[in-house]
């Protein structure tokens, strides 16, 4: 399943011609504009299940459209440096080839065989003057001497250390010059038994030196230093025998079979994908055959497959099982099917079996409307892109009429058994996290509660009445670590409610928070249906006159709450405090934030001038007064004082 | 299988493999690495392991075959041996 990656659809016959015109296209944009689709069917071309050699074709293609800056609003551009053991030339272009699937466009700079170290230390080494944004970091057992058994628990510790060390000293070599995440790979232990099954309780063996690597990297990603990409366990997950290859290891010094350089290459740039913020959030699924055997319509709640019992209606359940699981770690779950509403929700409201409840899902589209109609809703309602969208559907015809109208909504090919259903959802790793946070736990709770709020507001009608029911308490305050990386994964998601679309790794993040020149805050917000959690971030450049508003993103949860009116109350006390006279803003216009096109003049600043397409807005302090809020604001920097923030910084 | 239509497959192959235009004057079984500018050891891999599935080879090519291939003949003279096996 994951070896041929039959989650998406098989590569056209005539690829090679189609892959040769589009780049054409991309080679002739230097001249002139490009058809406006051509990122679209770039995105689409690589949506499909490639092997090595067309992968290769499309990095080709990537190296010339990043040149040209194609389609930024639809590809995210980054330059990735892939460092470490053994030939990393042929896991480069499978990569890049790979990253135009989730919406990358890398450039890759591939560095020298086995002399990662040297070139992380080496003063005069290329990789400093690269610009890198990322770095990949590939180990091998074979490499680390990890593959070879140690006489003793201390001999086996020693050998772990060694190449941890080594591993690290040169990620902190190479931390300096690369800008944003630093990617670093798990290995797959050996094959080769040494005593047999032993090995596991013999600290000494190649398995257990392994583990306890793997391990090492495990516990330095949670500290947040790394991101971890297990290829272990993708190793694991395929198989040993399929992934270890020693017959190409010996001639090429390649590290598994090159059969799986497509799927590895997609574990590869779908945890880039997600440090870019690019994951999905929301799982819609289907009812009639997706979630249930048989049609409701026709087969009425006594007739319908699910539960206990059957092997059918135990596939089925299944599937709500995994649907529940991702909702516990945060991702939405919606409903789109073709049916009479009351139908449609009879076995949720009804049937004994069912473990989905009407209570699990956020938005629920039942009618006969076309399901790229209903999928558009369901975006607008939650207030998401349709690219933050999987849709799970066993009907092929439903799913090729949405990938034709929706091509950016995620839409995995079904095999015919359902018991395959929930494995092929998950192999495709549409929800890849790199960090997991109180937020993410809560946040399928928070969209509900967001519905129940809308429901609120139809029935209220006065909005300041409204407002005033909700009870709102603001919390303004500095970033601590238990924040930062909530706080982080919003800078990197929020794209509509976002000033300057500026993004922060969590290291950066940290810089810019202990930079005595920068005010960096979170702002949360509870009110009488829930914790929103952090849903405002503010970023300030402290100068002696003025302060520079560098970031100013909100989420579109809370819009229309007068949260902004208190971000910039606060804003403008701590700048007076310090002695500024005025607050400037700044307005960057990206494909996605026209939304707070006038968000400054709204809040009374005057445009002061506009500089290569950045508008910047200016508000005298002397003139600015606090507006009454509908919301109690608990402003803990202020509270704090002068020598919290002293203490912070 | 003929060695004609052993070459035609490669041909398809290579075009797929090295992004050329890999005609029927361009590659003939005389045609060695050195002639193709994309033919470097990187994508040799790429070719060989391309070649394996095209042809449905049960058997790998083993290390030592790989180092006695000189030139596209050889490569067809495998092919065959393989396939007949």
Redesign the interface.
Known sequence: MLKRMNWLVAAPKDF?VQARALHAEVAAARDRAPAEDLGLRIHALANHAL????L??LA?LAADAVKTGLAPQLFSALKLGVFGDG?L??LAPAIAGTALRHRLMIDTLVGEFNAALFEALDPASRVRAAGLDMALMVSDARVLGLDQPAASREAAEAAVDRAFAQLRQTVEGLRPWVASAILVQTVPPPLEPLFGSYDRVQPGSPLSMVASFNQRIADWAASGAVVIVDVARLAASVGLETWDDP??W???K?GFS??LLPVYADVVARTIAAVRGLSRKCLVLDLDNTLWGGVIGDDGLAGIVVGQGSATGEAFLAVQRMALALRARGVVLAICSKNEEANARAPFREHPDMLLREDHIAVFQANWTDKAANLRAIAETLNIGVDALVFLDDNPAERMQVRRALPLVAVPELPEDPALYARTLAAAGYFDAVAFSKEDRERAEMYQANARRAAALSASGDIGAYLASLDMVCTIDFVDDVARARVAQLVNKSNQFNLTTRRYSEAELAAAIRDPMRRVVQVRLVDRFGDNGVIAVLIADKGADVWEIDTWLMSCRVLGRRVEEACLAHLAAAAKASGAQALIGKFVPSAKNAMVKDHYPKLGFSRERELEGTAIFRLDLDSYVAPTLEMAVDDRTLAAGVGREAAHA | MRREEILVEIRDVM???L?IDADAEDVTEATTASDIEEWD??SH??LL??IE?KFKLRS????SE?ESLKRVGDLVTLIEKKTSA
């Open positions: 090679r092997d090595e050699n067309q290769v074709a080709r030939t030339s042929l017959g190409h010996h001639a090429s390649l090159p059969d | 075009a797929d493999v992004g050891s990187l891999i790429r392991v391309a599935r790998r090519f083993t290390n790989i």
